[in-house]
């Protein structure tokens, strides 16, 4: 509990692991409830992409965000193999897959998305437009 505001056990596990990992890039709350909102919003089997997924906070939020709902595709991407590992390990929805590389460079081969959260260089900073061109 920070601030009198309970956070979902989800996002606490992701805290846990990104603290475990040394990891210091998850998701502030404030972006990961957007996120949350924004993954409520996600029109019925919709697509969702996240560059990114360090220890799961982002993540964790956008499935939170999701409730009960099945009919998504979730898709994260990261470089660090070790780090995305342990991420893998947590309890995640069977909608959940996790992809290995750099985001930029898989984006072309993975289609359209109802919703990309950007949060690595990799369709952030470098290859933006593909980014764009996704959605």
Known sequence: MIDDVAFPAIVVGAGHRAVVAGFSLSSEPDVGALLSCLAAAVPAHGRILELGTGAGSGLAWLVHGLGQRVDIE???IDV?????AQTRQADWPPYVRFELGDGASLLPTLGTFDLIFADAPGGNTVGLDGTIAAL
């Open 74 to 76: 979730l898709i994260t």
């Open 80 to 84: 660090d193999q070790a780090l995305q």
